[in-house]
């Protein structure tokens, strides 16, 4: 009994080594600097803003995006059809629309927008994708288009803070989407979020764009053709852009798994990985817990990579902090697991009404 708890304590010790590290790299949020754009990088930019339906903010979401300190853009939104909802706040912001051609019959419903306005506006120099659901500070334009002055940069992204306007699932949900910005403080982890993702008019040209009109995930899509270049990402770390949202758990739990099925979609290294990473953070809050209890306190320093990721919660939550944070860092783990095994068994998601067949 005893050379078995001195086994699993070994082993205890070598996963809260992996786990301390882990935490303590990112502890103080280290990202590349925001820059502005040169003085003679001014170029022409599209704001394409698929449409469908409503959402929490929609109306000023739109008014977001229209007050932006960038002069030289324009922002097009795009619709399915003259009945959906979202006309009614288009209109009333004076936001051009148009409406969405059949140029694919694989891709997804925001593919098929995106693809009408590129081709549509195919004159410009920069095109920046902005989902509906964002709700972007003023000077999100200008700081994602300043990425893009470096050549050596294929895509410029930001990731949202998802911001809780009522009830405690919308606040998991925040505390959700902190494993993306874990994501991309990193280069080798980090991909282009398509709710908030600008690039150059050259990067979908010839088989990247005929490659994006046969996808589902257009962020997937876009990261794939910057990296079969060999060009970086380039990450604004400022709270630009925020998702408001009122979840209920229904509602959260449909989101989650479906990102969870896109992102295995993109790789099925994230399943992978994402299931030992999950279950190893697991065991080791489950078992210091016990330890501590049944045989000595001193088990309780195996808790020390937690009280870490909650400090790093509560940082990234910035002024959307709650007393119940640090409960839903504690079994978070539990529901990413828990959308990773759903999702790796998904053959279709729903998203904004209509149904996809999952394929790699």
């Known amino acids: 009994m005893n050379i078995a708890l001195d086994l699993f304590t070994i082993f205890l010790s070598l996963v809260w080594l992996g786990l301390m590290l882990i935490n303590l790299s990112g502890l103080k949020r280290k990202s590349e600097k925001s820059t502005e754009p040169p003085k003679d990088y001014k170029p022409r930019v599209l704001v394409i803003l698929p449409c469908k339906g409503t959402d929490v903010t929609l109306d000023s979401n739109i008014k977001s995006l229209k007050a932006q300190d960038y002069q030289n853009f324009m922002l097009v939104a795009v619709v399915d059809d003259k009945n959906d909802p979202a006309i009614k706040a288009l209109n009333e912001n004076m936001v051009d629309y148009i409406f969405a051609k059949e140029l694919c019959t694989e891709c997804s419903g925001k593919v098929r927008a995106i693809a009408t306005a590129y081709e549509t506006y195919s004159d410009y120099d920069v095109y920046v994708i902005a989902d509906s659901d964002v709700e972007a500070r003023a000077d999100w334009l200008s700081k994602m288009v300043a990425k893009l002055a470096d050549p050596s940069v294929g895509i410029s992204t930001t990731f949202p803070l998802f911001r809780p306007k009522s009830g405690f699932w919308s606040r998991v949900k925040m505390a959700w989407g902190f494993v993306g910005d874990g994501m991309m403080e990193s280069e080798l982890t980090r991909f282009g979020w398509g709710g908030s993702l600008a690039f150059r008019k ?53 989101w989650s798994n479906r990102q969870a099925a896109l992102s295995i979609m993109g ?53 959307e902090r709650s007393t119940d944070l640090w409960l839903i860092y504690l ?14 068994r998904m053959k279709a998601i729903t998203w904004r009404g209509n149904q996809y067949e999952l394929k790699d």
């Not at 079994?331 to 790796?344: D, G, R, W």
């Open 202 to 254: 050259d990067l979908l040209n010839g088989e990247a764009y005929e490659n994006f009109k046969r996808s589902l995930s257009d962020d997937i899509a876009i990261t794939r053709a910057s990296r079969k270049r060999n060009l970086k990402i380039g990450y604004v770390p400022e709270r630009i852009a925020v998702v408001n949202s009122d979840d209920s758990f229904g509602k959260f739990w449909e």
């Open 267 to 319: 790789s099925r290294r994230v399943f992978r990985f994402g299931v030992v990473i999950y279950v190893l953070d697991i065991t080791m809050l489950v078992s210091s817990i016990v330890l501590s209890v049944a045989i000595s306190y001193l088990y309780a320093v195996l808790l020390a990579p937690f009280v870490i990721g909650i400090i790093k919660t509560y940082k990234r939550a910035g002024t």
């Open 331 to 344: 079994f978070i783990n539990f529901v990413y697991l828990a959308n990773l095994i759903v999702a790796s």
